[in-house]
Nanobody, 114 residues
Framework: QVQLVESGGGLVQAGGSLRLSCAAS????????IGWYRQAPGKQRELVAV???????NYADSVKGRFTISRDNAKNTVYLQMNSLKLEDKAVYYC????????WGQGNQVTVAS
């Protein structure tokens, strides 16, 4: 079992920055990839960025060059640095960990205001 606790969402103006954190606990040694998905109202949940146990990363095209995912293995924490935020980035952001099962965090609202 893996538990995920997120923090760092909130309200920011367009063009601003936020950093999301996701602290993992439990069977963290079994995590193969960990990262972020988001879901905007009326839309399907979509991948934002993930990082593998080897450190390779994958980003949605819509966030490339603006968002950066990183991990601190000593703290079992993954971060999503979001810069140059746009109105369309507004969504609930979910931390996700993949072992042989998929685990989700509680979700964190990110609101981008004009």
């Amino acid at each position: 079992q893996v538990q995920l606790v997120e923090s760092g969402g909130g309200l920011v103006q367009a063009g601003g920055s936020l950093r999301l954190s996701c602290a993992a606990s439990g069977s963290t040694f079994s995590i193969k990839t960990i990262g972020w998905y988001r879901q905007a109202p009326g839309k399907q949940r979509e991948l934002v960025a993930v990082i593998s146990s080897s450190g390779s990363t994958n980003y949605a095209d819509s966030v490339k060059g603006r968002f950066t995912i990183s991990r601190d293995n000593a703290k079992n924490t993954v971060y999503l640095q979001m810069n140059s935020l746009k109105l369309e980035d507004k969504a609930v952001y979910y931390c996700n960990a993949w072992t042989l099962k998929r685990y989700w965090g509680q979700g964190n609202q990110v609101t981008v205001a004009s």
